[in-house]
């Protein structure tokens, strides 16, 4: 299991890791319900697959026009990456 770090940058719906861990308890509780719906239901909806993909250059010094150069960084909903 990977632990998810903080000072990570946030997921297409603004969340990131201190957003749940600061949270209100409620919350806790209301994903617990949702994750085992999801568990019993066997339907997880489609936008938990969602993430937005960002180039990251891997050689600042080098030919940044190349795309050799670069490297993708996916960043995937905190939801999503809590309920794996």
């Given at each position: 299991m990977v632990a998810l770090r903080n000072g990570k940058a946030c997921d297409a719906d603004c969340l990131s890791k201190e957003n749940i861990v600061y949270c209100h308890p409620a919350l806790i509780v209301h994903l617990k319900l949702l994750f085992s719906m999801f568990y019993n239901h066997g339907f997880i909806p489609d936008k938990f697959g969602i993430g937005i993909t960002i180039p990251v250059v891997k050689d600042k010094l080098g030919n940044i026009n190349s795309i050799n150069n670069y490297r993708p960084i996916t960043l995937?909903?905190?939801?999503?990456?809590?309920f794996e």
């Open positions: 995937s909903p905190v939801i999503s990456k809590m």
